[in-house]
């Protein structure tokens, strides 16, 4: 009697034995266990988003018409004419939509316009500074210094 309880003792033994190499082999086929749940990184900054063209894209400080030489505010004879609008820029020879705005507080500006001149159609880059007083406008491609010119009631 004593025998066949160390016999089924021995049995029940080797079948757990065996039962857990089952049970233990068929984790392992399935992969590692997953890890556990890490705290989800914090996202970088944003940077400043574009404004799309529209109504107001311009600060309205830059609006307006400019030139180097004051006197020929208004008759377009000056190369260096430049008008602003909200959504468009227009120089002496060539014109376009505003395609980007990024204002950098609220005397610098930069962005990218859709020019159409002398035959073709290109992406240009742009970047304005405006005086203290308003009065001034410096293109940053060159140095460019233009003057407001008075608004014409018509």
């Known amino acids: 009697m004593r025998r066949t309880v160390l016999i089924v003792v021995i049995l029940a033994l080797a079948a757990l034995a065996m039962a857990a ?16 749940a890490a705290a989800a990184p914090t996202p970088p900054p944003a940077a400043p988003a574009p404004v ?11 609006l307006g018409e400019w030139n180097a030489t004051p006197v020929d505010c208004g008759t377009g004879r000056n190369e260096t004419r430049l008008s602003i609008s909200a959504d468009r820029l227009e120089f002496h020879e ?3 939509p505003v395609t980007s ?7 610098e500006v930069s962005g990218t ?17 405006l005086s203290p007083d308003g009065k001034a406008l410096t293109d940053a491609d060159g140095g460019l210094v233009r003057s407001r010119c008075p608004e014409v009631s018509g």
Do not use: I, N
């Open 52 to 62: 799309r063209p529209g109504p107001a894209s311009l600060p309205a400080g830059f």
């Open 101 to 107: 705005v990024t204002a950098a507080g609220e005397l």
């Open 21 to 36: 190499v089952f049970l233990l082999g068929r984790r392992s086929a399935q992969g590692p266990a997953p890890p556990a």
């Open 113 to 129: 316009v859709e020019l159409t001149g002398e035959g073709e159609t290109r992406a240009q880059p742009f970047q304005f500074k």
């Open 94 to 96: 060539s014109s376009g």
